[in-house]
């Protein structure tokens, strides 16, 4: 019963069309400008205003940029090509190693 609607909700390819990516940002628009016009609306002073609207517009942006970063860096250290920079692991323990 609920496959029909689970197949319209899918986000691959066919289904993640123009309408669906208009309908995102509006609806990320409409949170933003309800989030400053909340922050304006309280009794901070200027720049604690103008701290929180930076938090709340590149706060987002700046979590999307940790993830590429560290999505360029594992894919970089799996790389067949930087094996020869990756030190090779000792057979030998960390015990032999210590001082009694």
Same mark, same amino acid.
Request: hydrophobic fraction near 45%; include cysteine; charge should be positive.
């Given at each position: 019963?609920?496959?029909?609607?689970?197949?319209? @909700?899918?986000l691959?390819?066919?289904?993640?069309?123009k309408? $669906? @990516?208009t309908?995102c940002?509006?609806?990320?628009?409409?949170?933003?400008?309800?989030t400053i016009?909340?922050?304006?609306?309280?009794?901070?002073?200027?720049?604690?205003?103008l701290?929180?609207?930076?938090?709340?517009?590149f706060v987002?942006?700046?979590g999307?940029?940790?993830?590429l970063?560290a999505?360029?860096?594992?894919?970089?250290?799996?790389?067949?090509?930087?094996?020869?920079?990756?030190?090779?692991?000792?057979?030998?323990?960390? $015990?032999?190693?210590?001082?009694?």
């Amino acid at each position: 019963m609920l496959d029909p609607i689970l197949q319209k @909700l899918d986000l691959s390819g066919p289904n993640l069309g123009k309408q $669906a @990516l208009t309908l995102c940002i509006i609806l990320y628009v409409i949170v933003v400008v309800c989030t400053i016009s909340s922050i304006a609306g309280q009794g901070f002073k200027s720049r604690t205003k103008l701290l929180w609207t930076a938090t709340v517009v590149f706060v987002p942006f700046l979590g999307i940029l940790c993830y590429l970063f560290a999505c360029i860096y594992l894919m970089l250290r799996t790389h067949p090509s930087f094996e020869r920079f990756t030190r090779p692991k000792r057979k030998g323990s960390s $015990a032999a190693t210590s001082v009694s």
